[in-house]
């Protein structure tokens, strides 16, 4: 309450009756237009500013909602681990800063690893919450994503990991550097199992995080305007004494540079996902192979014209209609192997040119290297 209001006697402030305070966190402020945004609106847009599709940041909870079917999925258990292994102290005791942070987000670590499926298809996923001390990966985090890549190759379940992270965590030291290979090592195991592995870039994912599992994904989604780097901008900007772009570091600007393969909004996420895992386990192709079910069907429709209208010719019979996609979709196979087929020789023949070129530059190296020391030799005696 202000002076002005202390002026108000009494007596007519109890007849009044005194004015209701609102709640700080009903309205929030956009980091991008600096509009003002309503909590309920903003929920309803899964945190991504109605005005200027500013892209804040969004709970653990409410992301893998978004992108499991019907918003169902079954939370892994965290493998044990020694909580503080070096006795860490600094202003604080780490053990009582790991409490702090279980009490503020409610979650047991800075990572979530849940499975569940997208379209159909299993999917392990690995989910940071920048909340909890930043994200920072320690000894937990590097167990939890070894053991989440394990779950996945035993599951034969796409994996994805969606980093919102500082990087490692400074209070455990040597022990959190050691994660980054370590993650390196369980996206491997995913890898050499077949299975796509895919990495949502959320704001930010810097330091330790961006330096390992975070850019070896099969494909790179980036949510807009995320904060994507290893080190700081103050610390390139001293360091080359240069004054960088002002979309450094951003998904867009990675985009750019073939960092990132996407950028994709919140809103398409799910699509976005479904469709790429399908392409990566070839269940696309199972859809429309015949007897796959009307979702193949309509697409081949849509794709070619032809099709739809040589189905419509053959005419009322049902059966008919089966049988003529199927050897349309035989012919542009073969079509395609071929096409294929072309291409590959074409790449051969071109590798092995490029090999004949590269010992040929090699040899000139070496001859102008001998003629090189045999002058050198020469004027030495001279
Ligand atoms: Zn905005």
Known sequence: MNWLANLIPPRIRSFVGEQKEVPDNLWQKCPGCEAMLFHRDLAANH????????????????RLKLMYDDGKYSELPMPQVEQDPLKFKDRKRYVDRIKEAQSKTG???????????MGGMSVVTAVFNFSYMGGSMGVAVGEAIVSAA???????????????????????????LIQMPRTIAAIE?????????IVILSDPTTGGVSASFAMVGD???????????????????????????????????????GMVDMVVPRSKIKETLVNIIGILTKKAVCETKPGGGNGGKRKNN???????????????????????????????INETKTKYSKVSSQARTAQSSAKAAVKQD?????SVVEEKTKETALAGKR
């Open 107 to 117: 979650l047991k670590e800075a990572i979530t690893v849940v499975c569940g499926t």
């Open 362 to 366: 090699a040899r000139e190296c070496e």
């Open 47 to 62: 945190n991504v500013c109605y005005h200027c599709g500013h892209h804040l940041r969004l709970s653990v909870k409410e």
């Open 219 to 257: 494909i790179h989604i980036a949510e807009p305007g995320a904060t994507i780097g290893f080190a700081g901008r103050r610390v390139i900007e001293e360091t080359v004494r240069e004054i960088l772009p002002p979309d450094f570091q951003t998904a867009e600007y990675l985009l750019e540079h």
């Open 189 to 197: 195991m995913v890898k050499e199992a077949m299975l796509p592995y």
């Open 150 to 176: 394990e779950f996945a190759v035993q599951k034969k379940a796409a994996f994805i990991i969606i980093p919102a992270s500082g990087g490692a965590r400074m209070q455990e030291g040597m022990l959190s």
């Open 302 to 332: 849509g794709q070619n014209g032809r099709g739809s209208k040589a189905a419509e010719k053959t005419g009322k019979n049902g059966k008919q209609e089966n049988t003529s996609e199927p050897t349309k979709t035989k012919a542009s």
